[in-house]
């Protein structure tokens, strides 16, 4: 007989409730196989695509996208013995080739144990006799209705499960049809008009929700996944330390010309050597001298805790909000380390696969705010930190050179740290390592 199993939503990172559904990459009637990304999910920490633990046929998906689910919900249904065709093991197979349920675990890192169910006996008829086995019937099964696919991470028709199959027995496409029920959901009614030749087919576009009111010339968006975490930290930080922000203005002349020397050197060739690479290794060595930056507040433990390393977190803007993945071991790297973490941190990031494991234990973090021709701000510290580093755009700008005026690269720092643990003098003391290193990378051999 059919063995259905269902697809929780499990914690992908600590302390998650929910996710909203991006988008399905699966539909009823898939067949999958095992580890096959089935769906992706945007949690308070990134975007994360989601594998399935088993092989066999998708028979119901139980949320739509843009729907937000609780942890522990379900978010498919399988059939993992399609069409009951599974035989008993013959009496001479040796009993590790099949698994107690129990002992089976899923191949990968998401998912919790998986809920099993029976199919309920049909009305009317008699119960199977425990002690006397089926046999075994090889259904005939129709082959299914060509449909045409829809394209990964694209435009989802909003339609439930059973409405889906209809549309796909019927040979409908749904992404031409205009959903009669609240907001935009499609209906078996839709489907069938549609199949009768008497729905108008529209572009797939025009069901998209956008928020938009042409009647108040306003837009809403919901304020969910990433976005809302990061209000809700920032948030807490404000309130929670108590910000001090200094500033520097810094000639960078020396550090521009170096990396325009390494980026010809072959050491260095294929390497994208920004400045940012620079302020990153900056900051490793300036935290070596005032260890106070990379400590952090224990509310809880009434505790200054030091920490002997530098995670250091690179603040980015995607299409989702705010993240700020981490380098992990940051002060242990190389320049040209750091140029290559940088690099793939930002690209991964920008395409919103950063996982949230990449986003947590930070210690200390830098925010670019040059990238967009910004001078500088009053960055906010990050929840479980004490400091972050603003960075500005580097400028041509009239600048006083052994008496003489001179256009030289120049740009300014922001440091905003927690006064509770970072005292005037250690922050300023910082502040002024960081420019003295960017000022002249000569001055790194004397730390």
Same mark, same amino acid.
């Given at each position: 007989m059919p063995e259905y199993k269902q697809f929780p939503l499990s914690d992908t990172a600590e302390g998650l409730t929910e996710a909203d559904i991006i988008a399905w990459h699966v539909k009823p009637?898939?067949? +999958?196989?095992?580890?096959?990304?089935?769906?992706?999910?945007?949690? *308070?920490? $990134?975007? #994360?695509?989601? &594998?399935?633990?088993? $092989?066999?046929?998708?028979?119901?998906l139980h949320a739509e996208p843009g729907q937000t689910v609780e942890v522990g919900a379900p978010l498919l249904t399988v059939d993992v013995d399609p069409g009951g065709? *599974?035989?008993?093991?013959?009496?001479?197979? &040796?009993?590790a080739e099949a698994p107690a349920e129990e002992e089976?675990?899923?191949?990968?890192? =998401?998912?919790?144990k998986a809920v099993v169910t029976k199919r309920r006996a049909r009305k009317g008829s008699a119960p199977s006799a425990p002690s006397t086995p089926e046999p075994v019937v090889a259904a005939v099964v129709p082959a299914p209705a060509?449909?045409?696919?829809?394209?990964?991470?694209? =435009? +989802?028709?909003?339609?439930? &499960? &059973?409405?889906?199959?209809?549309?796909?027995?019927?040979? #409908?496409?749904?992404? $031409?049809?205009t959903g009669t029920a609240d907001g935009g959901v499609i209906t078996r009614e839709d489907v069938e008009r549609a199949a009768n030749g008497s729905a108008p087919a529209v572009p797939a576009v025009s069901t998209v929700d956008t928020g938009y009111d042409p009647t108040t010339r306003e837009r809403r968006v919901p304020i969910k996944g990433v976005r809302k975490a990061t209000a809700a930290a920032m948030v807490q930080s $404000? =309130?929670?330390?108590?910000?001090?922000?200094?500033?520097?203005? #810094?000639?960078?002349?020396?550090?521009?010309?170096?990396?325009?020397?390494?980026?010809?050197?072959?050491?260095?060739r294929g390497v994208k050597l920004t400045p940012l690479a620079f302020a990153a290794k900056a900051v490793c060595l300036a935290a070596k001298r005032t260890p106070d930056v990379n400590a952090v507040w224990d509310e809880a433990a009434q505790e200054i805790v030091y920490k002997d390393y530098v995670h250091l977190g690179i603040a980015a803007a995607t299409p989702r909000g705010l993240v700020v993945p981490k380098i992990f071991d940051a002060d242990a790297k190389s320049l040209k380390e750091l140029a290559l973490a940088l690099t793939e941190l930002t690209d991964v990031a920008r395409e919103g696969k950063t996982t949230p494991a990449a986003m947590l234990n930070g210690t200390f973090t830098i925010t670019n705010v040059g990238v967009f021709g910004v001078d500088t701000g009053t960055p906010i510290i990050n929840p479980g930190e004490s400091a972050i580093l603003a960075v500005g755009a580097i400028r041509d700008t009239p600048w006083v050179v052994d008496g003489e005026i001179k256009v030289r690269k120049v740009l300014q720092l922001s440091l905003s740290f927690d006064h509770r643990v970072v005292d005037g003098q250690q922050g300023s003391?910082?502040?002024?390592?960081?420019? *003295?290193?960017? *000022?002249d990378p000569a001055v790194a051999i004397t730390y």
């Open positions: 009637g898939d067949e +999958v196989t095992v580890n096959q990304i089935v769906v992706e999910v945007e949690t *308070a920490k $990134a975007a #994360v695509e989601l &594998p399935i633990p088993w $092989a066999g046929v998708i028979t119901e065709k *599974a035989a008993p093991a013959p009496a001479a197979a &040796p009993a089976m675990k899923p191949l990968v890192g =998401y998912g919790s060509p449909v045409v696919e829809e394209p990964r991470g694209g =435009y +989802v028709p909003l339609a439930k &499960p &059973p409405v889906r199959k209809l549309a796909k027995d019927l040979g #409908v496409d749904l992404r $031409a049809l $404000a =309130y929670t330390a108590p910000h001090v922000t200094e500033f520097l203005t #810094v000639d960078v002349t020396p550090m521009m010309e170096l990396r325009e020397k390494l980026k010809t050197s072959r050491e260095f003391e910082f502040l002024a390592d960081v420019g *003295a290193l960017l *000022a």
